[in-house]
């Protein structure tokens, strides 16, 4: 069936298809066959719900995204801490969430779990409560994020990665697969393994996203201060910051590290 959405634009809802009548659905949304969408959901112009789709409640999907079969959004946090106290997933513009990945609202902690616009996140992909990321991210497959991940702006993390509570992901950064993260992933960075090493900028990457090579030489002195000469962090921190130009791609890498409370894997 459809509804009216806006002059000239309707509503496409699959007669197999559940929504509640709190629920918000913006212009040109479709809504496949035996999706679910329940109360207090809002979501996005031209905004795509595959078949099976489970939309519990109070969610926020933007507009253009696409969320493919049987993925599972705004579910309670799976947290014995959780006393049912009100709380939100938000998930930005274009976005696309491949089939069965799960999706928790966050908790009083933060009281939301953000995902931003641009990201891809593929199927079994799980982003527990109160996690946090940015926008451009790609999370491959049967990825599985903790309670308070934060993850910056145009991360890669390969597939069948797990990732420790309260870790963050500086932005840029590549997650090998299968990699066990329990510490902090420094910004620009490569990580990989079991336990994970740090690898070096991620070269590649800052290429392909048109940094520099000016900016990307700099990147590269603050490193070997960081992780190639003979100074603990605190001394090779405040050595970066008297001898480099703070530039904001700089001041960040340092900023991160400085500011880690789990650490930063090296």
Same mark, same amino acid.
Request: hydrophobic share 40%; aromatic share 6%; proline share 3%.
């Given at each position: 069936?459809?509804?009216? /959405?806006?002059?000239?634009?309707?509503?496409?809802?699959?007669?197999?298809?559940?929504?509640?009548?709190?629920?918000?659905?913006?212009?040109?949304?479709?809504?496949?066959?035996?999706?679910?969408?329940?109360?207090?959901?809002?979501?996005?112009?031209? %905004?795509?719900?595959?078949?099976?789709?489970?939309?519990?409640?109070?969610?926020?999907?933007?507009?253009?995204?696409?969320?493919?079969?049987?993925?599972?959004?705004?579910?309670?946090?799976?947290?014995?801490? @959780?006393?049912?106290?009100?709380?939100?997933?938000?998930?930005?513009?274009?976005?696309?969430?491949?089939? @069965?990945? %799960?999706?928790?609202?966050?908790?009083?902690?933060?009281?939301?779990?953000?995902?931003?616009?641009?990201?891809?996140?593929?199927?079994?992909?799980?982003?527990?409560?109160?996690?946090?990321?940015?926008?451009?991210?790609?999370?491959?497959?049967?990825?599985?994020?903790?309670?308070?991940? %934060?993850?910056?702006?145009?991360?890669?993390?390969?597939?069948?990665?797990?990732?420790?509570?309260?870790?963050?992901?500086?932005?840029?950064?590549?997650?090998?697969?299968?990699?066990?993260?329990?510490?902090?992933?420094?910004? @620009?960075?490569?990580?990989?393994?079991?336990?994970?090493?740090?690898?070096?900028?991620?070269?590649?990457?800052?290429?392909?996203?048109?940094?520099?090579?000016? %900016?990307?030489?700099?990147?590269?002195?603050? @490193?070997?201060?960081?992780?190639?000469?003979?100074?603990?962090?605190?001394? /090779?921190?405040?050595?970066?910051?008297?001898?480099?130009?703070?530039?904001?791609?700089?001041?960040?890498?340092?900023?991160?590290?400085?500011?880690?409370?789990?650490?930063?894997?090296?």
């Amino acid at each position: 069936m459809s509804r009216e /959405a806006g002059v000239g634009e309707t509503v496409e809802i699959h007669e197999t298809a559940i929504v509640d009548s709190a629920a918000e659905l913006g212009p040109g949304v479709r809504v496949g066959p035996r999706a679910i969408i329940g109360p207090r959901v809002r979501i996005g112009a031209g %905004t795509d719900i595959g078949p099976g789709v489970l939309v519990e409640k109070n969610t926020e999907i933007g507009e253009g995204c696409r969320i493919f079969q049987g993925a599972v959004l705004g579910t309670d946090p799976q947290d014995l801490k @959780y006393e049912g106290e009100e709380s939100w997933l938000r998930v930005g513009d274009r976005t696309m969430i491949r089939e @069965y990945a %799960t999706l928790n609202r966050g908790t009083s902690w933060s009281g939301e779990t953000v995902v931003g616009s641009d990201c891809l996140l593929m199927a079994y992909v799980h982003v527990a409560h109160d996690c946090h990321l940015g926008n451009h991210i790609i999370i491959s497959n049967a990825t599985q994020m903790a309670g308070h991940v %934060t993850i910056e702006d145009w991360v890669i993390v390969s597939g069948l990665v797990a990732m420790h509570q309260f870790v963050r992901v500086g932005a840029h950064a590549f997650v090998g697969g299968a990699s066990r993260i329990a510490q902090d992933v420094v910004p @620009y960075c490569r990580v990989s393994g079991n336990p994970p090493k740090l690898y070096g900028l991620n070269s590649v990457g800052l290429d392909r996203r048109g940094f520099s090579a000016e %900016t990307r030489g700099r990147l590269k002195k603050a @490193y070997r201060i960081l992780f190639q000469s003979e100074l603990n962090l605190s001394q /090779a921190l405040v050595r970066a910051r008297e001898e480099l130009e703070l530039t904001p791609e700089v001041a960040h890498f340092l900023d991160f590290i400085g500011s880690s409370e789990r650490g930063v894997t090296i």
